[in-house]
């Protein structure tokens, strides 16, 4: 099974700081990586698909980057409405997919 | 647009089967380009891929959930359905349908069940 570890686990910053978030796959999954942001009480939603490219009506401080095993959420400048949970997920055996266990961006 | 929404028994008892529907609307049930899925996250922890079907009724499971989970579809209804047998304290989680196109997972707002005698 594929492993997908996220860092840091958690992440303190403050709003209009730049946050850059880690998943890191434990063999290459190509550019099978997707990002969701969890917030409290919600369900998870979709940012980044296939390692770089936004959903629909995702806003463009959001950005992904990597392929093989290593992939980064950035971030550029937090609004208030940004501190909540990240997922990375990969779909290279899909259907089966599977998780990071997430980081947690809180407010400095 | 598309919605799915889950329902069914929020209270499981121990070794009994936890069962919930998801009911899709505002979009297509029968493309094969897609599966229908469930996803649970325990309070307080990360998300769990539990299994997928087709529209074609193929399934693929969680290896370490396969041999007490079944997901079956009833396309007449726009439903999918989630059954996890002899189900333990350890199942007491938010159950997320999806429909899930390989490159987009489109969530339901999830439901709690909670397993507890």
């Known amino acids: 099974e594929i492993v997908l570890t996220q860092s840091p686990a958690t992440l303190s910053l403050s709003p209009g700081e730049r946050a850059t978030l880690s998943c890191r796959a434990s063999?290459?999954?190509?550019?099978?990586l997707t990002w969701h942001q969890q917030k409290p009480g919600q369900a998870p939603r979709l940012l980044i698909y296939d390692a770089s490219y936004r959903a629909t009506g995702i806003p463009p401080r959001f950005s992904g980057s990597g392929s093989g095993t290593n992939f980064t959420l950035t971030i550029s400048s937090l609004e208030p409405e940004d501190f909540a949970v990240y997922y990375c997920q990969q779909r290279t055996n899909w259907p089966a997919i599977t998780f990071g266990h997430g980081t947690r961006l809180e407010i400095k | 647009q598309l919605l799915l929404q889950e329902s069914g028994p929020r209270l499981v008892k121990p070794s009994e089967t936890l069962s919930l529907t998801c009911s899709v609307s505002g979009g297509s049930f029968n493309s094969a380009s897609h599966y229908w899925g469930w996803i649970r996250q325990p309070p307080g922890k990360g998300l769990e891929w539990i299994g997928s079907?087709?529209?074609?009724?193929?399934?693929h499971y969680n290896l370490s959930l396969e041999s007490r989970v079944t997901i079956s579809l009833d396309p007449s209804k726009k439903q999918f359905s989630l059954h996890l047998s002899a189900a333990t304290v350890a199942d007491t989680a938010v159950y997320f349908c999806a429909r899930d196109r390989g490159w987009e997972l489109l969530w339901g707002k999830g439901a709690l069940v909670s397993v507890s005698s």
């Open positions: 063999q290459n999954i190509d550019n099978y």
């Open positions: 079907i087709s529209s074609s009724g193929v399934t």
